[in-house]
């Protein structure tokens, strides 16, 4: 089993900040791409950002310049530095991990959701 545990949401004004945390844990091999979507309710699920094992980000661009993220692989921990929030960043969001189980001598890689943390920008 693999659990994602996020935290740091909440209610911000705009042009404020917040740091999102995401810890894996449980039966982990190793842990490959990492990432932070977004869902608004009635829309679909959009990536944010993601970054890999070695270091290398994407981003939306619509948070390009403003938000960052990084990753502590000794911690299993993805972290999303969101600057400069504006009202349309309100939304759920969520964390995700490309996870390799190792199971009876089998490598198995697997996408897993954490539950969603709301984050609330106010005009």
């Known amino acids: 089993q693999v659990q994602l545990v996020e935290s740091g949401g909440g209610l911000v004004q705009a042009g404020g900040s917040l740091r999102l945390s995401c810890t894996t844990s449980?039966?982990?091999?190793?842990?490959?791409?990492m990432g932070w979507y977004r869902q608004v309710l009635g829309k679909q699920r959009e990536l944010v950002a993601s970054?890999?094992?070695?270091?290398?980000?994407n981003f939306a661009d619509s948070v390009k310049g403003r938000f960052t993220i990084s990753r502590d692989n000794a911690k299993n921990t993805v972290y999303l530095q969101m600057n400069s929030l504006k009202p349309e960043d309100t939304a759920v969001y969520y964390c995700?991990?490309?996870?390799?189980?190792?199971?009876?001598?089998?490598?198995?890689?697997?996408?897993?959701w954490g539950q969603g943390t709301q984050v609330t920008v106010s005009s």
């Open positions: 995700n991990a490309l996870v390799i189980t190792a199971t009876q001598a089998k490598f198995v890689p697997s996408y897993y």
């Open positions: 449980g039966n982990i091999f190793s842990i490959n791409t």
């Open positions: 970054i890999t094992s070695g270091g290398s980000a």
